[in-house]
């Protein structure tokens, strides 16, 4: 018979192989075999069904706690060749419906030889890499995320202030949940300003204080199927003299949100804060120059104004109306015209006369 794999517990007592031995279900079938205290090995075990298929089923492996199996198959609902599945201990000690591990570990080709580690948390497997024609199989990493094992996201940034070097010893970063303003962690940055940090996908407001100056926020929303594992937020952080206009009309915390792109405001209308998605912010210390203000007077209210009187103050104060006097001026420049018209007929009429005599 072909035995093509196994794969031993932690606790060196139960082995795991694939065996085409008759009485299976079909091709190769997972096993299973326990020592005894004596150190021999019993009697080998069909998993039975729902692990193994008519098909083949290969490369069977048991993570550290001896509840989840890992194991290559050819028969379950798959995209292409032999997909990788796992199938978890139930408490009756039955196996349950193994599941796909889904796709980026699963292809269209074929997908054998997945080694959990830490108990499914990671694993290495090796794989053909079929861009590049003709090249051995690579040894691969993986990152397994699940309820156990959430995926972190890496928090960090550089906090600033104008005009100090460095950040003062109560200078802090908080991470609150937005919805129920709960704090999630607290750290203090370096003497630098830098900081750092990991979280689980969520949203959250990311809070920014130092002594004597207003703290910040930045409204963050990290999604567990996010491409960016590493996020840079900036932070700067100002006196309240030197706020702009724009946020001192707002009594709480400014929140920017981590996805929108504010657009910048003009450096000759306002110093500018920077934001979530900005540029690493620098170090230069040197503050923007305040503009005077011009003191605005108040207008005197007792004087009278001058006003333009309009054509409809005329008309009351004159009793005539402008706009028919002016029709009337050009009434008699038209019949004036005509006069003119007339008059040179005449003449030319008679000194054509006179000139046939």
Request: aromatic share 12%.
């Given at each position: 018979h072909w035995e093509s794999h196994a794969s031993i517990s932690r606790d060196g007592k139960t082995l795991y192989f694939t065996s085409n031995r008759p009485g299976g279900h079909g091709g190769l079938d997972i096993y299973k075999s326990h020592r005894d205290e004596n150190g021999e090995w019993g009697r080998a075990v069909n998993l039975g069904r729902p692990v193994n298929t008519p098909y083949n089923e290969e490369t069977p492996f048991i993570t550290e706690d001896g509840n989840t199996l890992y194991f290559s198959s050819h028969g379950h609902f798959n995209i292409g060749g032999?997909?990788?599945?796992?199938?978890?201990?139930?408490?009756?000690?039955?196996?349950?419906?193994?599941?796909?591990?889904?796709?980026?570990?699963?292809?269209?080709?074929?997908d054998i030889f997945f080694q959990p580690v830490q108990?499914?948390?990671?694993?290495?497997?090796?794989?053909?890499?079929?861009?590049?024609?003709?090249?051995?199989?690579?040894?691969?990493?993986?990152?397994?995320?699940?309820?156990?094992?959430?995926?972190?996201?890496?928090?960090?940034?550089v906090m600033s202030l104008t005009g100090d070097l460095s950040v003062t010893?109560?200078?802090?970063?908080h991470v609150i949940y937005a919805k129920t303003g709960d704090t999630v962690m607290t750290t203090t940055p370096l003497a630098t300003g830098k900081w750092e940090m990991e979280v689980e996908p969520g949203e959250y407001?990311?809070?920014?204080?130092?002594?004597?100056?207003?703290?910040?926020?930045?409204?963050?929303?990290?999604?567990?199927?996010?491409?960016?594992?590493?996020?840079?937020i900036g932070s700067f952080l100002v006196r309240e003299y030197e706020l702009p206009d724009y946020l001192l009309s707002h009594t709480d915390t400014p929140e920017i949100e981590y996805e929108i792109n504010i657009p910048e405001?003009?450096?000759?209308?306002?110093?500018?804060i920077p934001f979530a998605a900005d540029e690493p912010v620098s170090t230069d210390t040197t503050q923007p120059e305040r503009p005077e203000r011009t003191p605005v007077i108040p207008e005197d209210t007792t004087a009278k104004e001058e006003k333009t009187p309009?054509?409809?103050?005329?008309?009351?104060?004159?009793?005539?109306?402008?706009?028919?006097?002016?029709k009337g001026k050009n009434y008699i420049i038209f019949l004036l015209l005509i006069l003119v018209l007339v008059l040179a007929y005449i003449l030319k009429n008679r000194f054509y006369r006179r000139s046939r005599r």
């Open positions: 032999y997909n990788i599945f796992y199938s978890v201990r139930l408490d009756d000690n039955e196996w349950s419906v193994p599941l796909s591990a889904g796709y980026g570990i699963n292809t269209p080709e074929d108990n499914g948390k990671y694993a290495y497997m090796s794989r053909v890499n079929y861009e590049l024609d003709g090249t051995p199989p690579d040894i691969f990493h993986y990152e397994i995320f699940s309820e156990t094992h959430p995926r972190k996201f890496s928090l960090s940034g010893s109560m200078a802090r970063v407001k990311i809070v920014f204080e130092d002594r004597d100056y207003r703290a910040q926020a930045r409204r963050l929303i990290l999604r567990e199927d996010q491409e960016e594992s590493e996020i840079i405001k003009p450096e000759t209308e306002r110093p500018r309009s054509p409809e103050d005329e008309k009351r104060e004159t009793g005539v109306d402008s706009d028919s006097t002016g």
